[in-house]
């Protein structure tokens, strides 16, 4: 099962790198990982996509709960969420083909950021799977490069993200 | 009042009431030992980093106090690296201060640079590169909290040269300010009456108790509980000492070398009621077969080690003492005559199991056994003494046959399993507990590991005693070889080693030898006689006895096998 995990950490000098550890000396794997500031300059929050059982990511939360430097840790995809990726796609664009693409730009509601000479960079942002589709659909064109930045999640409804609590989870 | 780095350091660590430095001086290390030279601090000299870390982990585990390293940057720091992971597995408060290259020159590949923050990171409970001499205070006093808080373990701090000679104004308030570090003492009422309710529902519950039980002092509890209700015993490798050896509820320890009652009760259980253990692998043997008929309750202050290795099914996170005594609020509303007859019924069995088949060995008047050695230091020290083991055939020794009654009394590295761990802990727990007697039962492979600790030693004076098992094998490697290798000895054999006898005199400590049964008593009594310093037995034993019961990895507890002899 593929979980989006939000983390409340302090802004501390290796306070990513203990977490990112933890992950890699445990076996736990990383799909994504995302990391800015909040509006508070002293905490940053990281959002990292992880496969793994239910047992496994039981694991991985207590495990980076137990780090001194986390403030909160919450699985989002067990509460309502909205999940959004964004890449940055370099695409050939012969002027021959390029109304083509406008339109699947537009379709997908994506947006062209630079047009330079004989290619395109197109902006997404999305779930992961409409990104992918968008990256097919442009695929026959020729990509030249993919830029994306990881997943970030956000909770649905008046709390943040990783306030919810276990109760939450239920009613949900 | 304005102070450098170095003073601040001296000035935190006595505000913690340290009494000890285990500490070897260096390059980066100059400032702060200049500083030491004339503080009113213990510092302790071993003669290899290892052996200081050591010594820390063994003073901290004898007294439950914090124990304090210093070591110089680079290999000085490197050095400390099998001490701290061995202090982290077996949840040792511990606080590891290392000497770092000056701020401007880090990450430079200076002269004994070595990023220890990063080298350490998975083998602490938290660390800290101090870059600014305005935090030390407040992360010293963090650091010494972390260690010795919630589920206790070793925290690095990285000193580098400029800012432990910098300057500052010393507040007289430093707070700490951990915001993401809150562990919970008190175990959730709704749990507790869960776990009552499922103890009152049991025909055969069976307390089960870790190293965790001896960190937050419960053993009075839980011996309380278990004869309230009638309830036996069992402690895993980590836990022995919690409960007297000889406490009639009391069934001994489990896991690979564990007795054939505690393995034997695991396997039958309805209820284990598990308290401050985390259900490692030389415990549990193989998992399907761990409790298999049981509901688990799991008591720890570790979330995370709840349902990491066994699925539990009332988890209860608390310290493992504060929620006894909570438990003990409420047992009285609980209907325990119901079963009581059972439980009984049950207690007498198990310690029945434990008449039938106890650890045991064949005696021999020809050849000293090992054991028999370990049962004469039990009987000489009146099972008082503080007993540190090596790791290996020595150290299961130790636990089968020594006849503990204290907690705190039994130092051994379980979750790392170090060679070379007994003598410096021993040296650790001696400077804790200058009056009390401190043994290492000790095999003649890891005794040489950290040997250079007998100048150590008898620099101070410490009746320490060493009594090696001498059996010129890597015993426990070569028991593994002679079981499931063909008796193929690839490597395991030590004939060529130092006559100990002679090296313990070259240091200044005493040596002693016997290959004799009838002489182990005389030569432990001659050792006893002597009060101020090391003395060093070798007592050669039979070279291939092996260590029963035991379980073959990856087979479950009740498949233990017997000495065929
Ligand atoms: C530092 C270290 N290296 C290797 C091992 C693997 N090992 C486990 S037991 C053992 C043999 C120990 O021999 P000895 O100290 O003579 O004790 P004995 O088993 O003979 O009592 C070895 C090599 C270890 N546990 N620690």
Redesign the pocket.
């Known amino acids: 099962m593929r979980h989006i995990i939000s983390i409340l950490v302090e802004n501390k000098p290796g306070a990513l790198s203990r977490i990112s550890g933890l992950f890699s000396g445990r076996g736990y794997n990383i799909e994504s990982l995302s990391v800015g500031v909040t509006n508070d300059p002293k905490v940053s929050i990281m959002t990292i996509v992880t496969k793994g059982d239910d047992k496994i990511v039981e694991q991985i939360i207590k495990q980076l709960r137990k780090l001194i430097n986390t403030l909160k840790v919450r699985d989002v995809t067990q509460i309502e969420h909205i999940e959004r990726e964004m890449f940055l796609i370099k695409v050939q664009a012969l002027p021959k083909y390029r109304s083509d693409i406008f339109n699947i730009v537009n379709t997908f509601r994506a947006k062209v950021v630079d047009l330079t000479g004989e290619s395109m960079v197109i902006e997404i942002t999305g779930t992961k799977d409409k990104n992918q589709a968008f990256i097919k659909v442009l695929e026959p064109y020729g990509l030249i490069e993919l830029v994306r930045t990881g997943s970030v999640a956000i909770g649905r409804g008046n709390k943040a993200t990783t306030d919810f609590t276990k109760q939450d989870t239920k009613q949900i | 009042m304005i102070k450098t780095g170095a003073e601040i350091l001296v000035e935190s660590l006595k505000a913690e009431n340290v009494e000890v430095i285990f500490g070897y001086p260096g390059g980066v290390m100059l400032g702060i030992y200049d500083t030491l030279f004339d503080a009113d601090l213990r510092h302790i000299l071993p003669r290899h980093e290892q052996g200081g870390t050591h010594a820390a982990d063994g003073y901290a585990r004898a007294s439950g106090k914090v124990g304090v390293c210093f070591a110089t940057s680079g290999p000085g720091a490197t050095n400390t690296i099998t001490g701290i992971t061995n202090a982290h597995m077996d949840s040792v408060p511990m606080v590891v201060f290392t000497g770092q290259v000056p701020t401007v020159l880090i990450g430079g590949d200076a002269f004994q640079e070595a990023d220890i923050i990063g080298i350490t990171r998975p083998i602490v409970k938290h660390s800290y590169l101090v870059q600014d001499v305005d935090n030390l205070a407040q992360t010293i006093k963090e650091a010494f909290y972390i260690a010795r808080t919630g589920r206790p373990g070793p925290v690095v701090v990285d000193l580098p040269k400029d800012v432990m000679a910098a300057k500052t104004k010393l507040k007289s308030d430093t707070k700490i300010d951990l915001p993401g570090y809150h562990p919970n003492y008190e175990g959730h009422p709704l749990q507790i009456k869960k776990l009552l309710k499922v103890i009152e529902n049991a025909k055969k519950p069976v307390i089960h108790i870790g190293g965790g039980v001896i960190i937050s002092e419960a053993s009075e509890e839980i011996k309380k509980f278990s004869e309230k209700l009638h309830i036996p015993i069992i402690s895993t490798f980590m836990g022995i000492g919690a409960i007297p050896t000889d406490h009639p509820n009391y069934l001994g320890w489990l896991g690979m070398h564990g007795n054939y009652a505690s393995n034997t009760a695991i396997t039958e259980t309805d209820c284990l009621i598990s308290i401050g253990t985390r259900f490692s692998d030389r415990s549990t043997g193989k998992i399907d077969g761990f409790a298999p008929n049981a509901k688990i309750a799991h008591i720890d202050i570790d979330p995370s080690s709840i349902s990491k290795n066994v699925t539990i099914d009332v988890p209860i996170v608390g310290d493992c003492g504060k929620v006894m005594r909570q438990i003990f609020q409420y047992i009285d509303s609980y209907k325990w005559k119901k079963n009581e007859e059972s439980r009984r019924k049950w207690l007498q069995e198990t310690t029945e199991w434990n008449r039938e088949k106890p650890f045991s060995y064949k005696h021999s008047e020809k050849v000293i056994k090992p054991q028999f050695v370990v049962e004469k230091i039990s009987e000489i020290t009146n099972g008082n003494a503080i007993i540190t083991t090596?790791?290996?055939?020595?150290q299961m020794w130790a636990a089968q046959f020594y006849k503990f009654k204290h907690p705190r009394q039994f130092i051994s590295s379980g979750g790392l399993?170090?060679?070379?761990f007994g003598f410096p802990a021993a040296i650790g727990a001696k400077i804790a507990y200058p009056d009390r007697e401190v043994f290492d039962i000790a095999?003649?492979?890891?005794f040489l590991?950290n040997i250079q600790e007998l100048c150590t030693a008898i620099q101070h004076r410490l009746n320490v005693k060493i009594a090696i098992?001498n059996?010129k094998?890597?015993?426990?490697?070569r028991q593994w070889q002679h079981l499931f290798f063909n008796n193929r000895y690839s490597y395991t054999c030590?004939e060529c080693q130092p006559d100990f006898v002679k090296l313990a005199e070259s240091y200044g400590c005493v040596g002693l030898r016997t290959d004799k049964p009838e002489e182990v008593e005389s030569v432990l009594k001659e050792s006893m006689q002597i009060k101020d310093k090391p003395v060093v037995m070798d007592f050669a034993v039979d070279r291939e006895e092996n260590v029963f019961p035991m379980i073959p990895a990856g087979a479950a507890l009740n498949e233990m096998i017997f000495d065929k002899r």
């Open positions: 090596e790791v290996g055939q020595n399993g170090t060679m070379g095999g003649d492979g890891s590991m098992l059996n094998f890597l015993g426990m490697v030590l």
